[in-house]
């Protein structure tokens, strides 16, 4: 055996009765693996999902290479963020190894009428598990001054076990201003956390040896250069029993044209090593990758003692609003104006009150359609009767109309007499004035030219009243004939439009409803404009002034798919939430 690595392998087991008492693996990308360094960050950051995997190789050139693995994922749901977390550590020729699993919960409370700052808290409770193989260790007692190392001489070493399980506990606290919102230049941020609370007992030998606490200490701040750069400084400190370990440095993030980005940073940890750094965003894969030079005293063995380092991070879309499965009816005032009334499916007959037009709606696919002037006893058959109850319909009268729309225009002059327009477009909607009505335009929320068919076009002049579209969010599904939102839609789509209304006073914002082609116009119209109230309603109690939030019912004009197919009806059944801005 080399020399060299004799004095330093020996050097490490001859505190063996004290490994248990060593540092817990670490990371140089401390920043790209969040629950590994504070439970509190769980959900922090991101808008749906987050899984992440984590691999580093060092003193490669020292034999047998020490290697940490890590693998977390998590979701925010509301301000509550969920996760779990696993690291595994492999202590190179000494064939130590050490696991840690958690489950991961924490809570955001926003902090201030704009939501700017927010308050983040959490905790870690799973296991610690570590091991060893006696076979691979050398002891002092083994190492002769004048002969050498001798594997045959007695290790005069007894141990109890070979491995331990135990369970462990992690806590912390965070804070951070700005997240996720585009319009605040400086956004700080600060974290603090105690790792093994619990101290489990980890001794390979008879003598009671506990975990020590781990603190460490995470802050920085991120500053917009401009709308595509941020550059942000950040520094990292724990402590360990008799281990210290301070790092500090910086990114710099820059957004391409293709909404890619690419990072690029540096970072000394001090005593030890010098830190590059390089990233790159594609869709919603991220890459992460650093090199450590090593500049203690390690080094000086002219050995491999560099490190290498791979983060890989995943952001997925969530899932939309399941279908509704079990059949029901669906009440259609012959009033187009009224709203529309949802009842459960009875277990035999239907009365059905005057000018009420009733669907039977099984697997969200209308079956049949019954119409009357008077009241009737209606038989429907089908192979299975649910015992539900039939709820209380409201009738509804005819009303003549002759400005349906109420947008000024009477219906006979009027080109979308079913939607609010404007003289200037014959009653058709123009929501970026653009000239050119919505159902034309390409880019119906954002001002362009004709020539470029309603986009934006940057050889052409910005034309008067233009607007800017700042954020587009994915759009709220919703399941047949309702009006209902899903708790996920509320709080990964809505609440998330209304933090970035919070945080630009100049913005508002464009709800537009839509439907599938069942039914009449008539009553697509107004269902559609009932799906945007919905959402409209719900900003307005969160403090969205109705001044900025404008709403616009299409029906069944502008599908986003094809009408023949389930899966295209369901895109077809939404509103879409659009952030705007108006250009001076």
Known sequence: MNKTILLILVSVLLTLPKLTKAQDARFSQYFNNPLVLNPAWAGNGIEYIRVTAIYRNQWAGMGTPFTTQGFSVDKKVNRVGLGAAITRNGAGDAGIRTMNIVGNLSYNLPIGSEKINVISAGVQVGIVSKSFDPSKLSFDSQYNPDAGYDPSANSNEVFTETGVTRPDVNIGLAWQRGALHKDIRFKPFFGASMSHVTRPNETFIVDDNRAPIKNTFYGGAGYLLNEKTEIRPSFMYLKQDQ??????????????????????????????????????????????????????????????????????????????????????????????????????????????????????????????????????????????????????????????????????????????????????????????????????????????????????????????????????????????????????????????????????????????????????????????????????????????????????????????????????????????????????
């Open 243 to 584: 281990f210290k370990e301070t790092t500090f440095g910086s990114l710099l993030s820059y957004q391409l044209d293709n909404k890619n980005s690419v990072q690029l940073g540096a970072f000394h940890r001090m005593n030890d090593a010098i830190i590059a750094y390089a990233g790159y965003q594609m869709n919603l894969l991220f890459v992460g990758m650093s090199y450590d030079v090593n500049t203690s005293e390690l080094s000086q063995s002219g050995k491999g003692t560099n490190a290498f380092e791979i983060s890989l991070t995943y952001s997925p879309r969530p899932k939309k609003v399941k279908e509704i499965k079990k059949p029901e009816i669906v009440a259609k005032p012959a009033d187009p104006l009224a709203p529309m009334e949802t009842v459960p499916l009875p277990q035999n007959n239907i009365e059905v009150p005057d000018h009420l037009e009733f669907v039977l709606i099984e697997n969200n696919v209308p079956q049949k359609t019954v119409q009357e002037d008077s009241p009737q006893i209606v038989k429907i058959q089908e192979d299975k009767n649910p015992p539900l109850e039939l709820a209380e319909l409201i009738e509804n009268e005819i009303a003549e109309i002759k400005d349906f729309d109420k947008d000024g225009i009477e219906d006979n002059v009027d080109d979308c007499p079913y939607i609010k327009g404007n003289p200037a477009t014959r009653g058709c909607p123009d929501s970026d004035n653009d000239g050119l009505i919505d159902m034309q335009d390409n880019c119906p929320m954002e001002s362009g030219p004709a020539s470029n068919k309603g986009c934006p076009d940057p050889n052409v002049p910005v034309i008067k009243n233009n607007q800017e579209l700042i954020r587009k969010y994915d759009n709220i599904l919703f399941a047949t004939g309702s009006i209902r939102m899903t708790t996920d839609d509320i709080y990964d789509i809505i609440e998330r439009a209304i933090d970035v209304l919070y945080a630009d006073k100049n913005t508002e914002v464009i709800l537009s409803g839509h439907t599938d082609a069942e039914g009449d116009e008539f009553h697509n119209m107004n269902l559609s404009q009932s799906r945007t109230n919905i959402v409209k309603t719900y900003m307005m109690k969160q403090g969205i002034a109705e001044s900025r939030i404008k709403t616009v019912a299409y029906g069944e004009t502008m599908p986003l798919e094809n009408n023949l197919t389930p899966e295209g009806k369901k895109l077809n059944r939404r509103v879409e939430i659009n952030i705007l801005k108006k250009q001076k």
